[in-house]
């Protein structure tokens, strides 16, 4: 009954190399969330979508770019990978602002 | 901005120990969390906080709003409680989760 999943759980790609993350929830919660996170550091939000109203953070590069093509799915792109972007990517959902976010196991990425 | 402290950054205890992890914040908030992750997994969300003290099975999370202050209880700790406790907040009128640094526990048996 896993309630965020996100595929895959781990990925290697090469510099360059376009990756897509992907990140489903059976909550029905409006909101979703993607954040980065590197090694013994806090989460950094990259983007946030209420229902299909996108927000994007001022500091995300835009070398990320996300997609929510319903209330179920959200799609991480990264449009070229670099050495600086292998982190752990965690998608989390809440059903509205300030109620608590429940979190994907994440993806951890790899840049060769 | 709000600046989110934790403290211990570490802690080793031993099994059975009562374990305190401490959080504060420097402006006023609409909800705490306190968030688990084990290491190289994905976050587990214990408890939110707006006021008082909530407790689920050997932990207690307890939030003092006049001194921005709120504390992690973990009763009869075991090794498999070890893992990077983080606080996190949430602003007034902000729907972003402000972090604090993590508190990196570890239960020896």
């Known amino acids: 009954d896993a309630m965020v999943i996100q595929n895959p759980r781990y990925q290697v790609t090469q510099f360059g190399k376009p990756v897509t993350l992907s990140c489903s929830q059976t909550?029905?919660?409006?909101?979703m969330y993607w954040y980065q996170q590197k090694s013994s550091q806090a989460p950094k939000l990259l983007f946030h979508?209420?229902?299909?109203?996108?927000?994007n953070e001022a500091d995300t590069p835009d070398n990320f770019q996300s997609r929510r093509p319903n209330t179920s799915f959200c799609f991480l792109d990264i449009r070229s990978p670099g050495l600086g972007d292998a982190a752990m990517y965690l998608c989390?959902?809440?059903?509205?602002?300030?109620?608590?976010?429940?979190f994907g196991p994440g993806t951890r990425l790899t840049v060769l | 901005k709000n600046e989110v402290e934790q403290s211990p950054q570490n802690l080793t205890a031993q099994e059975g120990e009562f374990i305190t992890i401490n959080c504060s914040y420097s402006?006023?908030?609409?909800?705490l969390h306190w968030l688990q992750q084990h290491p190289g997994g994905g976050i587990v969300s214990l408890f939110m906080?707006?006021?008082g003290k909530k407790k689920h099975g050997r932990l207690i999370a307890t939030i003092n709003i006049q001194e921005k202050h709120s504390s992690l209880h973990i009763t009869a700790s075991h090794p498999r409680d070890s893992a990077v406790y983080i606080c996190?907040?949430?602003?007034?009128?902000?729907?972003?989760?402000?972090f604090g640094t993590g508190t990196r526990l570890t239960i020896i048996p």
């Open positions: 989390a959902t809440s059903r509205d602002w300030s109620d608590t976010q429940y």
């Open positions: 909550l029905n919660h409006n909101v």
């Open positions: 979508y209420y229902d299909k109203d996108f927000n």
């Open positions: 402006v006023g908030i609409s909800a």
């Open positions: 906080l707006s006021s």
């Open positions: 996190a907040v949430h602003n007034f009128g902000n729907e972003k989760l402000t």
